[in-house]
């Protein structure tokens, strides 16, 4: 990559210096050259870092590190931005250190089912690989395509499989990691258990603030011989609610288990034509994967189920191209979503689904009392919520409605025994609500965590963990036109 | 409980303050009361604390954390003291912390497929609580009957079925525990993600050094409709290890996967009579659950892959008679193995699994080397080893030679990437291990820790975690007649 005429003299000292530890195309310092890096998936948080540096392997990792510890210079690590909490966002005077080049397979065992992977290797590049042997990686983000494992390890990403597979923190088993001083510290073990604290979990879903993954070893599973999907409509959405327990309570798990409501269904039926039924209240959209027999066995089994709960109409894919474009339809519902109004408020929680009926009820309780529709659309089987509030930010008190409104869903959430985060991690987005979650004694407690691993705060500051000192209020997150009127970075 | 003779008045300052806070009945101060509690499962070591309480609900375990907070005196908590490991051996300066007064299940739900439960609550009974709704709790140590749930989330205790179901760490949702200052913290959730780092993973298998769990959710799983043992007979005890990886590379999930070599097959027939092939020089026992179709599908796969690894025969057993008698043999290899000798010497580490045959078969050297015979019966699915050495003390340097032959299994075991503990934590058998299982990076990190929680050290201290000035050398542990010639409990 050319330096686009920034004579190296003109750099600042730590740009000097990274430029004696890293190839020259491995330093940018041009706005040009890190634009690219100004922002993850949440792209209304924009940031341009001080520098950005994209080491070549471990050994830089650690030198970097030891260079930004001398100097008290801060560090945020990055996968490949696709982020939805702003994680990854730039420090303005920090170093934004990207994992990308860090990008080899550098194992397979079928044996040990374990694939040994650099933080840089892409999601799915890992069951591709694993296609030899049959095998795959579990978890799958949206962004599986694009996502690497380093980013779901820091974020702890889930996936539509994870109510059967579980999250990311079920799906690792060692990590390799630089502290804040350059040291290579090596966590959990590919052997069954481990000794000493389980850092390997503690690690997971820490986005960013405790180290810099350098190398992951993540079990893999034997590809399912058959996958079906159920498509059940219901013209209530609380008996849609109350199906999804029914089936857990037969002692079926799902590979996935998602519900629609009629705004999502008639918005994704408009934008991609899936063929869902407009009329119905509610789908469930109910994934079986395992052995042939075994998955026939339980789609009829759950078709009895969905049918004794009160559905109106169930059907069975029979082949690949009818699965695939039910999910088709669930997959573009935001997209299509986002265009029945100017606005919407995107609200991601996670309640126990046994209070699911009342949940939902109570949303479409307050979608009254607020006068503001409200999509539904979400990972019903994990109780992981996406309320989707409609407003027009143009017309006086919609939006203060709309943001009093999603306060009450969280709090919802919490009351029920639930959590602020789906999938999304807390990032910068959900920062505020984390008052919400926590007592000043669990607070305390994640900032001890820190301080045990970071001492100075050069790790990702200012994301994750609230000081008490913000726990006063909580905010949440509002889109017009793909941009969110956040204050600026705030450093703490 | 009577005071048997001990006037109030002759108890110490601590005593006094700790009937202030409790009732007279749960506070233990002589000698006889407090014999109960001198040791764990690990009996060897014995040491009788200065005082034991036992807690009637969790205001009163708060309040016994304050009272030694502000005394600064050390607490070690205890579930039923099964442990093997020496985790709960009292502190003869402090307080010993039962959790057996503390024992309802406070709530079984059904939909959420969650148990919550007080930490004195034992392992089975969870199982059988859960009985009316078709659901289990999964892990599954030997000590089943008696441990309580506090403990294993202390150990992250496993079993038979932790192949497939995991560890206690993957069965955990959530943990209510008490700090060294007396507050009462809440960590995990019920719901599938929660937001901050993940202390409840953490808390599991932190062996009493972070804090005193006081509740539990755990994940309760719908109980297999049918379960089939086999017993597959081989004339080498490599071939079977090979075996072990064939079976899951084909893409099979056993409950459990047992082995053992010869002397441990005819040590448990003439103990027990479980209808092994004497014969053999090692046998697996594969267990599967699951649907009937599924596990009579798998049964004859694994049948076939077990012909196909050079098993001489393969038994599928059709009846729970026959299925617990093969279960009756294993279960009781241990104390059968220990009448062929004046003493072993128990070791238990890890090992990916593929290296199985490999290390099998440099047991094997080494038995020869040092002319002491070995008996292997362990966990194969999980590379889980227990190589049994015997040898008689009264040999003069048989012991030492028993000692070193240990120690290089051991190195074996990490020098394959696996580790030196396999289910029952580190406690003070082997916390010397810990120091040729970790870098002096890793074990300043487990101190940093442990600090964040624990500043004072007050919590169990010794035990788990070594002082990198004890990582001198490594020990081992020595069983003459069931006792340990160990050393005096050492503070650090």
Redesign the interface.
């Known amino acids: 990559m050319p330096r686009r005429g920034i004579p190296k003299q003109s750099a600042d000292e730590l740009v000097r210096q990274l430029l004696e530890l890293l190839p020259d195309e491995s330093v940018l310092f041009g706005e040009e050259d890190q634009h690219p890096y100004e922002c993850d998936g949440l792209s209304a948080y924009r940031q341009m870092p001080r520098v950005t540096v994209l080491p070549e392997n471990v050994e830089q990792v650690q030198a970097v590190m030891r260079l930004c510890h001398r100097m008290q210079v801060p560090v945020v690590a990055r996968g490949a931005g696709t982020g939805l909490s702003g994680g990854a966002l730039p420090n303005p005077d920090g170093v934004l250190l990207s994992l990308a080049k860090l990008h080899n397979i550098l194992d397979i065992?079928?044996?040990?089912?374990?694939a040994r992977v650099q933080p840089g290797v892409r999601n799915l590049a890992i069951s591709e690989a694993a296609v030899p042997?049959?095998l795959y990686y579990a978890p799958d983000p949206s962004s599986q395509i694009a996502c690497t494992i380093g980013g779901n390890v820091a974020e702890?990403s889930?996936g539509v499989h994870?109510?059967k597979y579980?999250?990311t923190?079920?799906n690792i088993l060692k990590i390799k990691l630089v502290?804040p001083e350059g040291?290579?510290?090596?966590?959990g073990?590919?052997?069954?258990?481990?000794?000493?604290?389980?850092?390997a979990?503690?690690m997971?879903?820490?986005e960013g603030?405790?180290g810099v993954f350098v190398e992951a070893s993540v079990r893999l599973l034997?590809?399912p011989e058959c996958v079906r999907l159920l498509l059940a409509a219901f013209d209530d959405v609380e008996k849609a609610g109350a199906a999804v327990?029914d089936i857990?309570?037969a002692?079926?798990?799902p590979g996935g288990l998602e519900m629609m409501d009629r705004m999502s269904i008639n918005a994704a039926e408009d934008f991609v034509h899936a063929g869902y039924p407009r009329d119905a209240a509610a789908i469930l959209l109910c994934e079986l994967d395992?052995?042939r027999?075994?998955v026939d066995?339980?789609a009829e089994q759950a078709a009895d189920i969905l049918h004794r709960a009160g559905a109106t109409e169930v059907r069975i894919t029979r082949d690949e191209a009818e699965r695939t474009l039910l999910w088709k339809g669930r997959k573009s519902a935001f997209p299509a979503v986002g265009r029945l109004a100017p606005d919407y408020y995107c609200m991601d929680g996670?309640?126990?689904?046994?209070h699911l009926p009342k949940v939902l009820r109570r949303i479409g309780e307050l979608s009254k009392e607020f006068g503001l529709p409200v999509a539904n659309v979400f990972h019903a089987g994990?109780?992981?919520l996406h309320p989707l509030i409609l407003y027009d930010a143009n017309i006086s008190d919609e939006l203060a409605r709309a943001e009093t409104f999603g306060g009450k869903i969280l709090e919802l959430?919490v009351e029920v025994?639930?959590?602020?985060?789906?999938?999304h991690g807390?990032g910068m987005e959900?920062i505020d609500?984390?008052c919400v979650?926590?007592?000043s004694?669990?607070?305390s407690?994640?900032h001890?965590?820190?301080?045990?691993?970071d001492p100075d705060a050069l790790l990702n500051p200012g994301k994750?963990?609230p000081t008490l000192h913000r726990c006063a209020e909580f905010g949440a997150m509002h889109v017009h036109a793909g941009q969110l009127p956040f204050p600026e970075l705030e450093r703490f």
Chains 1, 2 share one sequence.
């Open positions: 065992d079928p044996i040990g089912r374990i042997f049959g702890n889930g994870c109510l579980g999250l923190v079920h502290t040291e290579l510290l090596c966590v073990s590919e052997a069954l258990d481990s000794a000493g604290f389980d850092l979990a503690l997971t879903g820490s603030m405790l034997p590809r327990g857990i309570a002692g079926i798990i395992g052995m027999q075994e066995e339980q996670t309640i126990p689904r046994r994990d109780g992981n959430c025994g639930g959590s602020i985060t789906g999938e807390v959900k609500q984390m979650q926590f007592e004694a669990e607070l407690q994640f001890a965590i820190k301080h045990a691993f994750a963990v």
